[in-house]
């Protein structure tokens, strides 16, 4: 019997924070790599055949085609990286396949087309990103947060929910904060990996610059890496009331 996998269900997105799915897609394609090749033949070569070294390597392209869907985070997010000139156009992106592998990538847009009407069909969606440095393809995930996972600082009426436990299975919590909670700050605890948390790199134990508070919902995001394995994203929301 074969031990071959289904793809369906694989997932193409941007990793953020926050992460965004790219929706409704058929078919996810790449990265296609290659290297150049540099010629080595020399009167010594053996039996007169050529001999090469592997020269320059490529991260190709990666392309994703689906259906056009009016207002989809993930398509409109795709359009703004194709306009996007804030560090050169390169955004990270994931592949997250339904076998339980993962690519990630730095990449650029360079084709984008949302828009083709055939008269007997649907309206299509597609898009190319050109891969800039070393893809990375792995079936490891980080280990991610670890006890006591995090503590909030600054917010005094509410607990958090669920209580943090179990970090690889509940990536998603909330707590409120009194209307005179201005600021907190987030202590997130990790055995590996670098951990960021609003994109900004904090120490295991240790507490993260004070985030400003506004009232209403507050998004805070906790992203835990280790070297060449799958990130893990926590969300954290902050609900504070009003006065």
């Known amino acids: 019997m074969s031990s071959a996998t289904i793809a369906f269900g694989s997932v193409f997105k941007y990793e953020g924070p926050p992460e965004v799915e790219v929706a409704e897609l058929t078919n996810i394609s790449g990265p296609s790599l290659s290297a150049d090749t540099i010629e080595v033949t020399s009167h010594d070569s053996t039996s007169r055949y050529r001999e090469f070294l592997q020269g320059i390597r490529d991260g190709g392209e990666i392309t994703v085609e689906g259906n056009s869907v009016s207002g989809n985070a993930g398509q409109a997010r795709v359009y703004s990286h194709y306009l996007s000139d804030t560090a050169g156009g390169v955004q990270k992106v994931v592949i997250a396949l339904n076998d339980g592998s993962y690519w990630l990538a730095s990449c650029i847009v360079t084709n984008f087309q949302p828009t083709d009407a055939p008269y007997d069909g649907k309206i299509p969606f597609s898009a190319t990103f050109k891969v800039t440095g070393v893809p990375t393809f792995t079936l490891l995930t980080s280990t991610g947060l670890t006890s006591p996972y995090f503590a909030v600082a600054g917010t005094d009426s509410g607990a958090l929910s669920p209580t943090p436990a179990a970090s690889g299975t509940v990536y998603a919590y909330a707590i409120a904060a009194a209307n005179a909670d201005e600021?907190?700050?987030?202590?997130?605890?990790?055995?590996?990996?670098?951990?960021?948390?609003?994109?900004?790199?904090?120490?295991?134990?240790?507490?993260?610059?004070?985030?400003?508070?506004?009232?209403?919902?507050?998004?805070?995001?906790?992203?835990?890496?280790?070297?060449?394995?799958?990130?893990?994203?926590?969300?954290?929301?902050?609900?504070r009331a009003a006065s």
């Open 183 to 239: 600021t907190c700050t987030v202590t997130p605890t990790a055995t590996a990996g670098v951990i960021t948390v609003n994109g900004e790199v904090v120490a295991s134990g240790a507490a993260s610059d004070a985030i400003s508070l506004d009232v209403g919902a507050n998004e805070v995001y906790i992203h835990v890496q280790e070297t060449e394995k799958m990130y893990k994203l926590y969300t954290l929301t902050i609900t």
